[in-house]
């Protein structure tokens, strides 16, 4: 602890009050014994080379935060996001604003440094006294996102001056209109709450729990929220492809996306080549950039399409490589992992899952790739269909008429998309329901009653993803009951 640090450095200082601040012991030490002493006794004090991660750095790393500001010395965030799948960019020199993060987990800014860069520490009452001079942008750095987003403070006292200073020019400068800071406690004193709110900070003051320690019940508050972040941000998240909107909308486990982690060079390929595969089968292909979420939940939004995925599709160049491979068990033990890597990358060492060979070039013969995939594609999901059926039986039992709805209509879109395979006819028919369904009632394939009921089906279905209107039950049973009639006489003859 930081006051615990300060009693050790001051019983090395001769004459040093071990009552003293810990700003004055550290000051005092430095005075006394020099800059590569102090930077070494601390470094040995707080364990900084040796120290494991803990349940609550672990489940730090766990939340989906974009940016982490720390003023501590050590590396414990940094292995406890290498542990967890999710490398983070550290930030400890002004330099290093300007570079974009390449990391699957968050930049972290060190505000004060670390031990590594015993020049950038930040210590003694000089390093404070002159923080905003000697590190400015770094200083604008925090200040902007200080304004830009809302702060919530984990095991930070806020006394810290430099931080005390750049809040109260933000406070000066924007008044009423400053973000509210928050800061998580538990079992904080009366006085210790009064302080953070005389510095304009909202406390969550958690209640004691019997038996547990103060890091076991921060780590537990840590994870509830990092699961209810990942279970609410797409709720929020909004699509200009239609079928990913439906699929949003569902149930975790009734969704059929097929989530691509693959890097941004290579979508469009996918795009062009892939995803009708994809999409043959019943499965909703979606990159990241296709869903859009409220800024600073990126990192959240991914782990959010990865936890509901029911197939992801990742390369080994993909931030998302690492963290996918800790999905694995998915959605309801539904969940399957496709990796694929380029024909010119080494193979990945370790791994024994299943693994495809793709065209290095975007320019190369893309069939013997398609053919492999549709090949595994179709084996992940050879029972789709029958899956689809139960999920919207069982969803108009759960009363989640919309959910079930929008299933049963997929559903139907895939069995008729599969009864009027392109690669079957000389005539490549349009791939919307619409016109399946309009070809379906001249062939004989549904009667007239069914395709109106089914073209019925698809407006509501419409309606239900694009509008909060409410729909109607015994209807959507109605459409239901219909649709999956229609698709077990048409599977018959698949």
């Known amino acids: 602890m930081w006051h615990e640090l300060g009693e050790a450095l001051a019983r090395d200082v001769p004459g040093l009050d071990s009552g003293n601040n810990t700003l004055d012991s550290i000051s005092a030490y430095e ?6 002493a102090l930077v070494d006794k601390i470094a040995r004090l707080i364990r900084a080379h040796d120290a494991v991660t803990g349940e609550t750095h672990k489940a730090i790393a766990d939340l989906g935060f974009e940016t982490v500001i720390t003023t501590n010395f050590d590396f414990l965030l940094e292995r406890a996001y290498q542990e967890g799948g999710r490398p983070c960019h550290p930030v400890v020199d002004e330099l290093q604003l300007s570079g974009p993060n390449r990391y699957a987990g968050p930049r972290l800014i060190k505000m004060h440094g670390d031990v590594h860069h015993p020049n950038r520490l930040v210590l003694t009452e000089d390093d404070y006294d002159n923080f905003l001079i000697r590190y400015p942008l770094l200083a604008t750095s925090v200040t902007a996102l200080l304004v830009d ?18 809040l109260a ?3 000066s400068r924007l008044g009423p209109l400053t973000r509210p800071l928050w800061s998580i406690q538990i079992g904080a004193p009366s006085h210790v709450v009064s302080r953070y709110e005389r510095r304009g900070v909202k406390v969550v003051n958690l209640p004691t729990k019997r038996g547990l320690s103060y890091g076991e019940q921060l780590a537990a508050f ?3 929220l990092g699961e209810y ?36 060079a290579v979508v469009a390929w996918y795009r062009e080549y892939i995803f009708p595969v994809v999409e043959a089968e019943g499965l909703v292909p979606v990159v990241s950039k296709d869903v859009s979420t409220p800024p600073g939940t990126h990192l959240a939004k991914n782990d959010a399409l990865l936890s509901r995925a029911r ?23 539904t969940r399957s992992t496709l990796v694929v890597t380029p024909s010119n990358r080494p193979m990945i060492a370790g791994f024994d899952g299943r693994v495809l060979i793709r065209p290095a070039r975007p320019d190369a013969d893309p069939e013997q790739f398609i053919a492999n995939f ?11 269909a029958r899956s689809t059926e139960s999920d919207a039986i069982r969803l108009m039992r759960l009363k989640e008429p919309r959910a079930a709805l929008i299933t049963a209509i997929a559903l139907l879109e895939t069995t008729l998309s599969k009864t009027y395979d392109t690669n079957k006819r000389e005539e490549k028919l349009p791939g919307n329901l619409r016109s399946l369904l309009r070809q379906a009632s001249v062939d004989g394939k549904i009667t007239p009653d069914e395709t109106a009921t089914l073209s019925a089906a698809q407006q509501a279905r419409n309606e239900a993803v694009h509008t909060n209107q409410e729909v109607n039950a015994s209807r959507v049973k109605e459409y239901v009951d219909t649709i999956i009639r229609v698709v077990n006489r048409l599977e018959l003859n698949l």
């Not at 941000?233 to 079928?243: C, Q």
């Not at 549709?374 to 789709?384: A, D, P």
């Open 311 to 333: 197939l992801v599709v990742v390369e080994p160049d993909s931030p998302e490589f690492h963290t996918s491979l800790l999905y694995d068990s998915g959605a309801a033990g």
């Open 169 to 171: 020019v933000i406070r």
């Open 374 to 384: 549709t090949e595994v594609i179709r084996q992940i999901t050879r029972n789709s």
């Open 31 to 36: 005075q006394s014994f020099g800059r590569v």
């Open 222 to 224: 840590l994870r509830e």
């Open 229 to 264: 972040w990942r279970d609410h941000v797409l709720e929020t998240g909004k699509s200009s492809y239609d079928r990913t909107s439906a699929d949003l909308l569902l149930p975790a486990p009734s969704s059929r996306m097929c989530f691509f982690a693959v890097p941004a």
């Open 149 to 166: 987003r809302t702060a919530i403070l984990i095991g930070y006292s806020l006394d810290d001056p430099d931080t005390r200073q750049l």
